[in-house]
Nanobody
Framework: VQLQAFGGGLVQAGGSLRLSCTAS????????MGWFRQAPGKEREFVAV????????YYAESVKGRFTISRDNAKNILYLQMNSLAPEDTAIYYC???????????????????WGQGTQVTVSS
């Protein structure tokens, strides 16, 4: 399984970015997929996760109302639309995947078997 995240970049506070993640070797349409991030000197942090049908979605409190996770199962692409970005959103963003349903303990990075390489998001003040 290979996940590849892209779409990061430098944006001013208040701006928007959309991250994308493609998956190969993974039955995209029947697995849970999500995003984590890691800021310098900090632990990896849960951002959002979505079931394959979209019937269940979880967001971190820090991004709720600003970020939207979505996926196009036909194109095998996972998205993270990030609006109203703030400097504290600066981090490397990773897409993750897990076969089947959203795993128990879904906010922990330990429960996801598959990780992309990360894409840098930098928000300037």
């Amino acid at each position: 399984v290979q996940l590849q995240a892209f779409g990061g970049g430098l944006v001013q506070a208040g701006g928007s970015l959309r991250l994308s993640c493609t998956a190969s070797g993974f039955t995209f349409s029947t697995g849970a997929m999500g995003w984590f991030r890691q800021a310098p000197g900090k632990e990896r942090e849960f951002v959002a996760v979505r079931s394959w049908r979209g019937s269940t979605i979880y967001y971190a409190e820090s991004v709720k109302g600003r970020f939207t996770i979505s996926r196009d199962n036909a194109k095998n692409i996972l998205y993270l639309q990030m609006n109203s970005l703030a400097p504290e959103d600066t981090a490397i963003y990773y897409c993750v995947a897990e076969r089947g349903s959203i795993p128990t303990g879904w906010s922990s990075p330990r429960v996801y078997d598959y990780w992309g390489q990360g894409t840098q998001v930098t928000v300037s003040s």
